[in-house]
Structure formats: structure tokens, C-alpha cells
């Protein structure tokens, strides 16, 4: 079995901060760069944010960088999206994915994908 679950979602108000982590089993987590995508209801899924392999590499959509913080502990199979200063457009499902690639390559293909966990943020 070859599965990532995604947890720590809910609903804050603006300005306000969750930390998301993803469990990975099935599959060695050190030869995978991670990605984080969000999907509104009705919008096409978008990236958030990545992290390489060895986690000495990251990078940011534009849209959350400065806010949100991407991290990594392959010893314990865990991989983390710190939110801060949500905003009401940060609402969406958030997925994590392992991607085809060693490096912080945000756009490579996804190979094994989580089922997400919901963020809301409303006033």
C-alpha cells in the first residue's frame, strides 16, 4: 500500500495559521521531492508549494511565498505546510503529492497523491 495522508486542515479566521502535515507509507520518502497543491470548488488544482528530496531546496507560488513554509522529516515520514496570515482565497483543499523528480521541480508529474484535507478561511 502506497499512501500519503494529509492532515491538520480546518477552519480559522483571516489572519490566522494551521500547520498541515502529510504521513507517507508504502515508499521510501528520500527519493521524492513533495509538493503541496490546493483546489477550490469549481477551480483547476494549483501548486503551493515544493520541497526537494533532501529538503534543502523549496519553492513558492507566488501567491503564498512569505506566508506559507514548507518542511520535511524523512526519518519520520512526515512532510509539513506551516500556513500563516491565511486569507479567505487560501480556502481549498490541500493535497500532497510525490513527485518524479529528486529537486524542488514544482511541475513534475505527481506520482503518488494524497486524498487532502480541508482548509477554510472565513470571517
Given amino acids: 500500500q502506497l499512501q500519503l495522508v494529509e492532515s491538520g486542515g480546518g477552519v480559522v479566521q483571516p489572519g490566522g495559521s494551521l500547520r498541515l502535515s502529510c504521513v507517507v507509507s508504502g515508499f521510501a520518502l528520500d527519493y521524492y521531492a513533495i509538493g503541496w497543491f490546493r483546489q477550490a470548488p ?12 533532501n529538503g534543502d531546496s523549496t519553492n513558492y507560488a507566488d501567491s503564498v511565498k512569505g506566508r506559507f513554509t514548507i518542511s520535511r522529516d524523512n526519518a519520520k515520514n512526515l512532510v509539513y ?3 500563516n496570515s491565511l486569507k479567505p482565497e487560501d480556502t481549498g483543499i490541500y493535497y500532497c503529492a510525490a513527485l518524479t523528480t529528486l529537486q524542488a521541480t514544482c511541475g513534475a508529474r505527481a506520482r503518488y497523491w494524497g486524498q487532502g484535507t480541508q482548509v477554510t478561511v472565513s470571517s
Avoid: H, P, Y
Fill in 42 to 53: 469549481g477551480k483547476e488544482r494549483e501548486g503551493v508549494s515544493c520541497i526537494s528530496a
Fill in 81 to 83: 505546510l506551516q500556513l
